[in-house]
């Protein structure tokens, strides 16, 4: 994605939008002081230039019966194109995986972060899914005891 010229409005829209997303077009305009009509373009271009990646609702896990997060560590057996495409296609398959990275600086290949109800949930996932993936070589789990911060905000002061 090539680079897009923000200016002030613009940043103050997005971080408006990141505090919250239901925000009215009227609601939006008057927080970050212009009319209607130019504050709903300036979305609708935010959206179009790929700034605004996409528009969602977040759940409480524990409202859903989701209580138990678990960030995973897996490592692969070889570092091949093709096996990290098999992984990455097939954990993105499973509705319990909220996050999926490739990372480095560790001695895992991916960490994942897992919502699933109980640990007898957790178990079936883990040894009916994750460990059957091609190329899993061993597998590290976290269990989340509390959130301290949970938030899907960019920071907007590099902007």
């Not at 070889?78 to 993105?92: A, D, G, I, M």
Request: aromatic content about 6%; some cysteine.
């Amino acid at each position: 994605m090539a680079s897009v010229l923000l200016d002030r409005l613009d940043i103050k829209i997005l971080r408006e939008l990141q505090n919250d997303g239901s925000l009215s077009n009227q609601e939006l305009a008057e927080r970050v002081g212009l009319t209607a009509a130019p504050c709903s373009r300036r979305v609708k271009q935010l959206v179009e230039n790929g700034v605004i990646d996409e528009w969602v609702v977040r759940l409480n896990d524990r409202a859903v019966k989701l209580a138990l997060l678990v960030i995973l560590h897996i490592r692969m057996d070889q570092h091949t194109q093709e096996r990290f495409e098999t992984f990455e296609k097939t954990v993105s398959q499973f509705e319990e995986v909220m996050e999926c990275y490739l990372i480095t600086g560790h001695e895992a290949d991916y960490q994942l972060k897992v919502a699933v109800p109980d640990m007898d949930h957790y178990h079936d996932f883990l040894l009916g899914k994750i460990t059957r993936i091609a190329g899993v070589s061993g597998v590290t789990s976290a269990f989340v005891m509390r959130k301290v911060l949970d938030s899907t905000r960019l920071p907007l002061k590099y902007v």
